[in-house]
């Protein structure tokens, strides 16, 4: 799992049902990894990711400095996906490598 080349540090997957089953399948994405169980099927898959922007911090309580994330993953990867997968029974390796620039036709 990647942006840009580079593997998503941390994030969340979504795999959401398209037919007329729409139960969704989430999972914690760590190091470019991800592990979970989906039943099988057409899915649309979901995408976020955030990271701290260098040098802003919420500093909205008094005496406690935390610092500002942003999503920086394109909307047309998670809110307006344009990704999709076929799940299959037994084990899957879906790996996605998503990029910054304009999407690409498959």
Do not use: C, H, W
């Amino acid at each position: 799992m990647t942006f840009d080349g580079q593997p998503i540090a941390e994030g969340r997957i979504l795999f959401r049902g398209t037919g007329s089953d729409p139960r969704a399948f989430s999972a914690e994405i760590k190091n470019g990894q991800y592990q979970m169980e989906a039943l099988a099927g057409k899915m649309r898959v979901e995408i976020t990711a955030s990271r701290p922007v260098p040098g802003k911090f919420d500093e909205s309580n008094p005496g406690e400095k935390v610092p500002v994330g942003e999503m920086y993953i394109p909307a047309r990867y998670n809110s307006q996906s344009e990704l999709t997968a076929e799940v299959t029974a037994g084990k899957n390796e879906l790996n996605f490598d998503l990029t910054g620039g304009e999407a690409k036709a498959p």
